[in-house]
């Protein structure tokens, strides 16, 4: 029995050699997580320029799988059973950095740090510390608002300045220290010093007594930065000039591990 024209599209081979329909699947979640997770099907048709019936079909099967829930309103939203591949993807993700995380270590004396941005948060996926006898120590999963760290800076600079407004307004901005920023202006005008500089700077904002460099993992597959933390002694403003190139290199060379496919099956 013949298929149908619609059955035989979906199940072709794309053009990269893989099944055209799970790519579309991936493709609409990843449009539903940049839509804020939920969205219509007339959003996902306008955005990816798929038919609607295509669409209809490929979330229907998403829905029976628990990766999307449709809400009473008719949208459809990210599902509960993708917390689990993301939380063991994050785990996946610190360990492969580890080595990385090693290096900077090594390189610069200090703690060294992978965080992602999740939601509205920060969050620590994996850290190597310090062997120093002081050191900076921050618990791998831990989660804080960004306006208070250099990764969160590093992260959200290159994020348009209205998404970051609209962020800080949900999460509010609680000053850590005295000295950290508690304005949206403020906040964004250290944005803007991250993108001419490079690198973001965390000066005793989180913690009095640490400074902290960071700058982000340029086309990570996720939001993902790195970042050295240390006493404020040593973390000098001639350490930077030292550490900031070294946290570079070492973030070029993480993302292009991350982004390096294995071989093929």
Known sequence: ??????????????????VQSL????????????????????ELSASSGLPLPTIHRLMRTLVACGYVRQQSNRRYALGPRLIRLGESASR??????????????EETGETANMALLDG?????????????SMRMFTEVGRRVLPHSTGVGKALLANVPD????????????PAATEKTITTADGFLAALEDVRRAGYAVDDNEQEIGV?????????????????IS????RVTEAATEKIVPVLQQVAVELSEALASSGPAA
């Open 1 to 18: 029995m013949p298929t149908s024209s619609a059955s035989t599209t979906d199940s072709a081979k794309s053009a990269s050699g893989g």
């Open 23 to 42: 790519e579309r699947a991936f493709d609409l979640l990843e449009r539903m997580a940049d839509a804020g997770g939920e969205v219509g099907l007339s």
């Open 92 to 105: 996946l993700l610190g360990t492969w950095a580890r080595p990385y995380l090693a290096r900077l270590v």
């Open 120 to 132: 509205d948060e920060i969050v620590y996926v994996a850290q190597v510390p310090s062997k120093h």
């Open 162 to 173: 209205d998404e970051v407004r609209a962020l800080l307004s949900r999460t509010g901005m």
């Open 211 to 227: 400074r902290c460099l960071a700058v982000s993992v340029p086309n990570s597959p996720t939001a993902a930065a790195i970042s």
């Open 230 to 233: 240390g006493p404020a002694g």
